[in-house]
């Protein structure tokens, strides 16, 4: 399909273990952002990745978090010693834009539902 | 500190009755997005508003921006059970480049 695509859609883990979470962007979307979402609430800012340039980490909760992104397109949310409270929704999202008004028009993918037991 | 605030958090509303959500922020905001969510799926955009005092119609939405780009609202006419799901309004503060940061949203729930 050409939307964003997340996976995996559910992943349920153990405390203490370590999660990889993937987003393929729609193609040629130079801006990518993860954003976590917990029951009911909003979304949390994690880390956006703009073209070629430095991320912006600074919604990462901890340093047990991390991601990248590859050649400017898949990106991977890292998880590491996953505590219960890292129980969300992970959602990826893409845009064209990264200046102006288009910028904030995202395209989201439908989420990883992640549960720490 | 949310930057956007919206209220009001949860609106349960009869089929047919109008509605407005507010999102409000002390910071200017280059422009400012509406979206919705539905129960497992992610948000999709509604409408972005970009110049001070601007107005846009979709539908039996309505969304306004404030004179002063720190403010928006949603109106909703004759709501309909189609309507329901959770209202999310987000921006990127003026000054540059600058993440989309999100408000907590408003659940509307529209019952026939």
């Known amino acids: 399909g050409a939307g964003v695509s997340q996976s995996p859609s559910n992943k349920v883990t153990e405390k203490g273990k370590d999660v990889e979470l993937r987003c393929d962007p729609i193609?040629?979307?130079?801006?990518l952002y993860w954003y976590r979402q917990s029951l009911g609430q909003g979304l949390e800012f994690l880390i956006y990745?703009?073209?070629?340039?430095?991320?912006?980490k600074s919604g990462l909760p901890s340093d047990r978090f991390s991601a990248e992104r590859t050649g400017g397109s898949v990106s991977t949310l890292t998880i590491q010693r996953t505590q219960q409270e890292d129980s969300a929704v992970y959602l990826c999202?893409?845009?064209?834009?990264?200046?102006?008004?288009?910028?904030?028009?995202?395209?989201f993918g439908e989420g990883s539902r992640l549960t720490v037991l | 500190t949310q930057l956007l605030e919206q209220s009001p958090q949860f609106l349960s509303i009869q089929e047919g009755e109008n509605l407005t959500v507010y999102c409000n922020s002390s910071?200017?905001?280059?422009?400012l997005q509406w979206y919705r969510q539905e129960p497992g799926e992610g948000p999709v955009l509604l409408v972005t508003?970009?110049?001070?005092?601007e107005v846009k119609k979709l539908k039996r939405l309505t969304f306004q921006f404030g004179d002063a780009r720190k403010d928006s609202s949603l109106h909703i006419t004759a709501a309909q059970p189609g309507d329901t799901g959770l209202y999310l309004c987000?921006?990127?503060?003026?000054?540059?480049?600058?993440?989309?940061?999100f408000g907590a949203g408003t659940r509307l729930a529209v019952h026939p």
């Open positions: 193609s040629g979307h130079t801006a």
């Open positions: 910071s200017v905001f280059s422009s």
């Open positions: 990745f703009q073209g070629n340039s430095a991320p912006d």
């Open positions: 508003v970009v110049t001070g005092g």
């Open positions: 987000a921006g990127s503060p003026s000054g540059g480049y600058n993440k989309l940061i």
């Open positions: 999202a893409s845009s064209p834009a990264t200046s102006g008004g288009k910028a904030g028009e995202l395209f």
